[in-house]
Antibody, heavy 120, light 110 residues
Framework: QVQLQESGPGLVKPSQTLSLTCTVSGGSISSGSYYWSWIRQPAGKGLEWIGRIYTSGSTNYNPSLKSRVTISVDTSKNQFSLKLSSVTAADTAVYYC????????????WGQGTMVTVSS | EIVLTQSPATLSLSPGERATLSCRASQSVSSYLAWYQQKPGQAPRLLIYDASNRATGIPARFSGSGSGTDFTLTISSLEPEDFAVYYCQQRSNWPPKVYTFGQGTKLEIK
């Protein structure tokens, strides 16, 4: 059973870059059947999709965040990563990584989430 | 951008009752609609994909229906563990292929 685990700093200063990594265990990230996504959730609010990457390296991003987001994959480490630049307090949220099936476009496996606070 | 609107925002019911949650899309999403359950402090859990297919391990009391712009999640007889927040999610049919979520329906114990 595939499992996902987010890791990274819990506190980021305004205007800096938020960097998170998702480690995939129990399966290969190189499997051709999945997309790997980042999703966030501010406290008490709903879910916002940030972007996704395929193992070929092709990406899609939420248009509202596209100018600040980079998602990359490291197949040798079975990891994919998120970088969000020029952060503000509005980027404070729980960040989830999730696996999405190509055929159904649904997020069937989620990490536990990691809280990131943007504050000086 | 396709907007998903869920109703009601809050639904108050008792265990054993039937719950009907709605999700309406601003444009047709065909059958690319999924439902998730989220409990406090936990990640969302996939319940339904492609509008009507139960995910692995999801009890039969959960069912989904609809296509195009109007979708429904039904819980036939509420169990105590079903009280949570429910989200719908769609994938756009044309480039750029992006995902959006509804704002959620909180199912609370009456």
């Amino acid at each position: 059973q595939v499992q996902l685990q987010e890791s990274g700093p819990g506190l980021v200063k305004p205007s800096q870059t938020l960097s998170l990594t998702c480690t995939v265990s129990g399966g290969s990230i190189s499997s051709g059947s999945y997309y790997w996504s980042w999703i966030r959730q501010p406290a008490g609010k709903g879910l916002e999709w940030i972007g996704r990457i395929y193992t070929s390296g092709s990406t899609n991003y939420n248009p509202s965040l596209k100018s600040r987001v980079t998602i990359s994959v490291d197949t040798s480490k079975n990891q994919f990563s998120l970088k969000l630049s020029s952060v503000t307090a509005a980027d404070t949220a729980v960040y989830y990584c999730a696996k999405c099936t190509l055929t159904h476009d649904a997020f069937d496996i989620w990490g536990q989430g990691t809280m990131v606070t943007v504050s000086s | 951008e396709i907007v998903l609107t869920q109703s009601p925002a809050t639904l108050s019911l008792s265990p054993g009752e039937r719950a009907t949650l709605s999700c309406r899309a601003s444009q047709s999403v065909s059958s690319y609609l999924a439902w998730y359950q989220q409990k406090p402090g936990q990640a969302p859990r996939l319940l339904i994909y492609d509008a009507s297919n139960r995910a692995t391990g999801i009890p039969a009391r959960f069912s989904g229906s609809g296509s195009g712009t109007d979708f429904t999640l039904t819980i036939s007889s509420l169990e105590p563990e079903d009280f949570a927040v429910y989200y719908c999610q769609q994938r756009s049919n044309w480039p750029p292929k992006v995902y959006t979520f509804g704002q959620g329906t909180k199912l609370e114990i009456k």
